[in-house]
């Protein structure tokens, strides 16, 4: 990953200021960028793994969990269906580095 300026940790999570509506988070490893991606989200919105997977129309948290916790890669698909049961409504935009 890389950032610039000032990093803090809240919590779980190591927080960096954007400028205007952009943050940039990268890594070679395609199930923990996913992982971060997905935590991320779920936690911002205050949803539970439980709540996750029923939103998903699954019955054990395990089926969201999996996919959060780096064990399993969603396809594009799946990722597109992970991140509606979470924060519906919300973009999120993969994209090549902008950074300089």
């Known amino acids: 990953m890389r950032f610039t300026g000032r990093i803090w940790k809240d919590g779980e999570f190591w927080l960096v200021p954007t400028v205007g509506e952009y943050v940039e988070v990268g890594s070679r490893d395609t199930a923990t960028l996913t992982a971060f991606l997905l935590k991320r989200a779920r936690t911002r919105h205050g949803i539970s793994l439980s709540e ?39 973009d999120i935009v993969i994209g090549p580095s902008r950074a300089a």
């Open 52 to 90: 996750a997977a029923r939103r998903m129309g699954q019955t054990s948290k395990n089926a969201y969990s999996r996919y959060e916790r780096g064990v399993a890669v969603p396809t594009v698909q799946k990722l597109t269906e992970l991140l509606d049961a979470i924060n519906p409504g919300d």
